[in-house]
């Protein structure tokens, strides 16, 4: 249950201002955050009666988000998509000294279906065809960048976080910086991994955001922890939705995660059917945290830079 930590970290962050951003009339949140701050999503704060995100929308900024900052985004963005969706294929990598393997995601393919069927300009590569020369060359002819596969956040080294390509391609933070990806307006990463090896200081996770603006893309998406498959394919065909209808893009995640806060029962059995119970169906929570109502699903998305 993570109302308790939820409620607390409320009382300390936003509680002493809430009624200057209630008489301002603020509708968003430019977030800055430093240390293990880092690791925990500001929309999963609670005020006893709803989350934050309900009231707000977020996106975090770094150092390199304080200049270019108003630049509006194409109105018909065209859409370069990877995808590593065969579970059959594992990729070792080798994490300070650890093998860890990583899995195709089989969502990812039904991700990257929904995206094919509704963005009517992208380019998609699936498996062992996404690879980093296929895209490298063509990443800033498009506006958006979506990659269904693992991007992973190792907090002892942060340059040796990388982006997973479905034939084993694993470019790393330096390697991003040095993209050119001016045209870029996001980079949605829908699969993380992050605290691989124990918590630090959440370098690596605003470090990345930090690498593709600096390359020149105008913000970044990407999860705080390991997150479901089946959800995150939930959340991101509900995020592009709600960009379709030309919201802003920390708009179109605020109301993505909305959706999944309001999910049914409907959503939760489907789920289920499916094979992969979600959170909290068993456990003796409130109503409210069943299912993708559950901050696992719908909280760890955070957007850093141009939230625009």
């Known amino acids: 249950n993570p109302l308790p930590a939820s409620q607390q970290l409320y009382d300390w962050l936003i509680r002493p201002i809430e009624d200057d951003l209630a008489q301002a009339g603020v509708t968003s949140l430019i977030y800055a955050p430093d240390g293990q701050l880092r690791y925990i ?5 609670h005020d006893g009666e709803s989350w934050l995100i309900e009231r707000y929308h977020l996106n975090n900024i770094t ?10 985004p194409t109105a018909d963005p065209r859409v370069l998509a990877g995808a590593f969706t065969d579970a059959s ?3 070792p990598v080798e994490i300070d000294g650890q093998i860890l393997p990583f899995a195709g995601l089989p969502f990812a393919g039904t991700e990257l279906d929904n995206l ?3 963005r009517p300009d992208i380019t998609s590569f ?8 296929a ?6 002819e498009y506006e958006i960048l979506h990659f269904a596969t693992h991007a992973a956040f190792v907090n002892s080294n942060p340059e040796d976080s990388f982006i997973l390509f479905g034939n084993g391609d694993r470019p790393n933070l330096l390697a991003i910086g040095n993209w050119n990806l001016s045209n870029v307006d996001i980079d949605v990463l829908s699969a993380c991994e992050t605290g691989l090896d124990g918590f630090g200081n959440g370098a690596e996770i605003l470090g990345m955001g930090y690498q593709f603006q600096l390359s020149g893309a105008g913000a970044v998406m990407a999860s705080l922890w390991s997150v479901s498959d089946r959800g995150t394919q939930d959340l991101m065909t509900r995020f592009y939705e709600h960009l379709g209808q030309n919201q802003p893009k920390a708009k179109a995640l605020q109301q993505a995660q909305i959706d999944l806060i309001n999910s049914s029962d409907e959503d939760i059995a489907s789920a289920i059917r499916g094979g992969l119970a979600p959170a909290g169906t068993t456990q003796n929570l409130p109503e409210s945290l069943k299912g993708f109502r559950h901050p696992h699903y719908w909280a760890p998305f955070i957007l850093i830079g141009n939230g625009l």
């Open 89 to 91: 294929i594992t990729h």
């Open 63 to 72: 150092a390199e988000s304080l200049t270019e900052f108003d630049d509006v």
């Open 116 to 118: 094919e069927a509704t």
């Open 41 to 45: 999503p500001l929309a999963a704060l």
């Open 126 to 133: 699936r498996d062992r065809d996404f690879t980093l020369d």
């Open 135 to 140: 895209v490298k060359g063509i990443m800033n």
